[in-house]
């Protein structure tokens, strides 16, 4: 597809238990963020990549929480042992420059659900 | 601390009715501002931006939004609402740092339209 696609769609998680977000970025996309969207609120910068590196990874919760992006493509949130407070919308976005928002393009987020 | 307040969580209005969306920042800087639309399941859509010059940017589907120095002001506005404006809207303002631009979000407004 054309747009940041990202995996699974809704995740529901026992407290305790690790997950795994995938975000697809548009294809030559340099730039690549996470936010965390809690219930009724905006989203909340978690982490940015720019190829492979990760430049800032100031919004990430604990470090229960961690990100990665191996070649430069697609990236992976990983939590580990989930709690309730953890429960919210993951969004990825990318772009395919790095000083500018014009062209950050959001995925439709993976809703992640702690009972 | 750089901030975003939208002081409206819920706002109804009559279909072909005025619209405005009210944003207040809290920036040292010039900032950078944005208004974003999330209909339920999509991701977020970029409807337009301030970086500089003429205070009234006009967007996307027929929104408008003025930035008013003054009283730290970025208000959406759209003169005739339609149907399909039903949706959730995010002011945000752009944090440049080390050569990337992250959204710090206000905590939204929620658009109802009646016919």
């Known amino acids: 597809g054309a747009g940041v696609s990202q995996s699974p769609r809704y995740k529901v998680a026992k407290r305790g238990q690790d997950v795994a977000l995938r975000c697809d970025p548009i294809?030559?996309?340099?730039?690549l963020f996470w936010y965390q969207q809690a219930l009724g609120q905006g989203p909340e910068f978690l982490t940015y990549?720019?190829?492979?590196?990760?430049?800032?990874k100031s919004g990430l919760p604990s470090d229960r929480f961690f990100a990665e992006r191996p070649e430069g493509s697609v990236s992976t949130l990983k939590i580990q042992r989930t709690q309730q407070e953890d429960s919210a919308v993951y969004l990825c976005?990318?772009?395919?420059?790095?000083?500018?928002?014009?062209?950050?393009?959001f995925g439709s987020g993976t809703q992640l659900s702690v009972l | 601390a750089q901030s975003v307040t939208q002081p409206d969580i819920h706002i109804t209005v009559s279909e072909g009715a005025s619209l405005e969306l009210r944003c207040n920042y809290s920036y040292g800087a010039t900032p950078y501002l944005f208004w974003y639309v999330q209909s339920p399941g999509q991701g977020l859509q970029l409807l337009l931006k301030y970086f500089s010059g003429d205070t009234l940017v006009q967007g996307i589907k027929g929104f408008e939004a003025e930035f008013k120095r003054s009283q730290s002001s970025f208000n959406l506005r759209k003169p005739s609402v339609h149907w399909s404006d039903a949706a959730e809207y995010f002011c945000?303002?752009?944090?440049?740092?080390?050569?990337?631009?992250?959204?710090?979000f206000g905590a939204g407004t929620r658009l109802a339209v009646h016919p």
């Open positions: 990549f720019q190829n492979e590196a990760q430049l800032d």
């Open positions: 945000a303002v752009g944090l440049f740092s080390g050569g990337y631009n992250k959204l710090i």
């Open positions: 976005a990318s772009s395919p420059v790095t000083a500018s928002n014009e062209k950050l393009f």
């Open positions: 294809s030559g996309h340099v730039s």
